[in-house]
């Protein structure tokens, strides 16, 4: 983890979209949650990038909020077919 803090995110030139458990409650606690800040500089170095934050603690965001996860790809989908389409 450390050397990929050093080295900065390595990011094709994709779409991507970031889904971070919400591990921190308040403003200050996220700027010091490497994830949540590794999760976000990743985002923020793609080329259309989407930081989406749960609104549960569950580190099996797929099982807990499989709703949301579902609507990502959904969103990513449709957003790549408008994108890649002649």
């Known amino acids: 983890m ?3 803090e050093a080295t900065g ?3 094709p ?3 991507l979209t970031e889904i971070t458990s919400k591990r921190s409650s308040t403003p200050e606690e996220f700027e010091n949650d490497f994830i949540y800040q ?6 923020e170095a ?3 990038g989407r930081h989406v934050s749960s609104r549960s603690r569950n580190h099996y965001i797929q099982l807990a909020e499989p709703r949301l996860v579902a609507s990502e790809i959904e969103r ?3 957003r ?3 994108r890649y389409s002649a």
């Open 80 to 82: 790549t077919r408008v």
């Open 9 to 11: 995110p390595h990011v």
């Open 13 to 15: 030139d994709i779409p």
């Open 46 to 48: 793609a080329i259309d």
């Open 2 to 4: 450390h050397d990929l």
């Open 38 to 43: 590794s999760h976000k500089a990743t985002v």
């Open 76 to 78: 990513m989908s449709d």
